[in-house]
């Protein structure tokens, strides 16, 4: 899904990390990516597990729609093995990303559910946007938000 909708960003040779990234790529482009993720997850997760993952996404979209995020990048999933940790493969792994955001000019955003990432993120421009439950488990994520570059 992230090479059809976006970017894919790996840590190191060792497979210890990947950044995914869904981009200003074409809509037509990231809604096939998404339905061919959706058909896959349906057959994986079952109707039960499927149903949970649409009510989390829903509920996420929710949640976005008032910060006016519609042209955003998206990291849908940035991480690195618990062994690799703070080596400084977090930030050079989503450093290519946020460099192709700042060329694009586009303001970019994610999710998280990990309290301990919000500093690691702010450092890198980040800023929290809001605390939200996650629909199916009621989890508290953070919306977390990079506004454009004026570079």
Request: with cysteine; net charge negative.
């Amino acid at each position: 899904e992230g090479e059809q909708a976006g970017r894919v960003d790996l840590a190191d040779a060792a497979g210890n990390g990947a950044a995914i990234w869904t981009t200003d790529t074409p809509a037509a482009l990231r809604q096939a990516a998404y339905a061919q993720r959706e058909a896959a997850l349906r057959t994986l997760l079952g109707e039960r597990g499927f149903a949970h993952f649409t009510a989390i996404v829903a509920n996420m979209e929710h949640a976005l729609a008032p910060h006016g995020l519609q042209d955003a990048w998206y990291l849908s999933i940035a991480g690195i093995a618990p062994a690799a940790q703070g080596q400084g493969l977090g930030a050079s792994v989503l450093a290519p990303g946020l460099a192709a955001v700042d060329a694009a000019r586009a303001a970019c955003f994610l999710e998280t559910y990990n309290e301990r990432s919000l500093p690691f993120y702010a450092r890198l421009g980040f800023v929290s946007a809001g605390r939200y439950a996650e629909a199916v488990t009621g989890s508290g994520y953070w919306l977390m938000v990079r506004p454009p570059s004026a570079a």
